[in-house]
């Protein structure tokens, strides 16, 4: 399984490409096994109360490509897709900030069964066939709920 999963992530992310792990990358405390042979410069979520707490503040280097640990929850910035915020985190909000502008909101933690309401996607690879999730697929989803370019309303 572990073979699989990696081969289907090395299959989608390119070298230069910036990921965000949001969390539950391992049980263990092997995590330096796997991300070393991950492609992409992979940023974890710092969340310490779930399963990565084992390995990941360890000050022992974790990954072969440059990353790095971020806050427990994150906004990102984009304009590729005309949306300027996408609020990460491990955990499904049912509110977010600018929700209601638009913004996006990916998490894990649900394994799929959290749906909410408005512009948000699980993107835990065992809701999405074992694949990370590229921004280009997130666009895709959120425009099936709905969403236009239109909606980036901030001021």
């Not at 991300?35 to 992979?42: E, R």
């Not at 360890?58 to 072969?64: E, G, H, L």
């Not at 990460?88 to 799929?112: E, M, N, Q, T």
């Not at 408005?118 to 921004?135: A, E, M, Q, R």
């Amino acid at each position: 399984m572990d073979e699989e999963l990696v081969r289907r992530w090395n299959e989608v992310v390119e070298l230069d490409d910036r990921v965000y792990h949001l969390g539950d990358f391992t049980l263990g405390s092997n995590a330096a096994k796997y991300t070393k042979q991950l492609n992409g410069h992979i940023n974890f979520l710092g969340t310490w109360w779930h399963h990565d707490r084992r390995w990941l503040f360890s000050t022992i280097p974790m990954w072969s490509a440059s990353g790095e640990v971020v806050n427990v929850m994150k906004s990102i910035y984009v304009g590729k897709f005309t949306v300027n915020q996408i609020v990460l985190c491990h955990y499904p909000f049912a509110i977010w900030d600018r929700k209601h502008y638009g913004a996006w909101h990916l998490h894990g933690h649900s394994h799929g069964r959290y749906k909410g309401e408005g512009f948000i996607h699980d993107v835990g690879v065992d809701n999405n066939d074992f694949y990370p999730v590229s921004l280009e697929r997130v666009k895709e989803i959120m425009e099936e709920k709905g969403w236009h370019p239109e909606w980036r309303q901030y001021a």
